[in-house]
C-alpha cells in the first residue's frame, strides 16, 4: 500500500502560480504512473493531469493545458503539479493518486487509487 501526502496549496491571486508536491512512502512508487485531480464545492472531481511513471508521457486536461505541467521524482518519490496562470475556476482541493499501470491514458478517478488527503487551492479574484 502506497501513502500520498499532499502539500502546496494556499490561497493566490488570478493569475499567480503554485506548485503542488505529493510525496509518496510505501510500495514502490516509480513503477506506477500518477495522477492529479481536483474538486471544487459542489461539483465531481475532475481529472487535471497524469504522469507516465518515467515522466517521460504526460497527459493534462484541456482546461489546463498550456497552464499546468506534472513532473515526478522518482529518486524522492514526489510528483508535482506546477500551476501558472491560475483563475478562480482553478480554485479546487487537489488531489493525488496512484494509476493502475506504469501508463495509461486514462482520465477516471475509479482507475486510480491511494488518495492523498488533498490540499486546498484558492484563487482570489
Known amino acids: 500500500q502506497v501513502q500520498l501526502v499532499e502539500s502546496g496549496g494556499g490561497l493566490v491571486q488570478a493569475g499567480g502560480s503554485l506548485k503542488l508536491s505529493c510525496a509518496a512512502s510505501?510500495?514502490?512508487?516509480?513503477?506506477?504512473?500518477m495522477g492529479w485531480f481536483r474538486q471544487a464545492p459542489g461539483k465531481e472531481r475532475e481529472f487535471v493531469s497524469s504522469?507516465?511513471?518515467?515522466?517521460?508521457?504526460?497527459s493534462y486536461a484541456d482546461a489546463v493545458k498550456g497552464r499546468f505541467t506534472i513532473s515526478r521524482d522518482n529518486a524522492k518519490n514526489t510528483v508535482y503539479l506546477q500551476m501558472n496562470s491560475l483563475t478562480p475556476e482553478d480554485a479546487a482541493v487537489y488531489y493525488c493518486?496512484?494509476?493502475?499501470?506504469?501508463?495509461?491514458?486514462?482520465?477516471?478517478?475509479?482507475?486510480?487509487?491511494?488518495w492523498g488527503q488533498g490540499t486546498q487551492v484558492t484563487v482570489s479574484s
Open positions: 504522469s507516465s511513471w518515467s515522466g517521460s508521457l504526460t
Open positions: 510505501g510500495r514502490t512508487f516509480s513503477r506506477y504512473m
Open positions: 493518486a496512484v494509476g493502475p499501470t506504469y501508463w495509461s491514458t486514462t482520465s477516471s478517478s475509479g482507475d486510480f487509487g491511494s
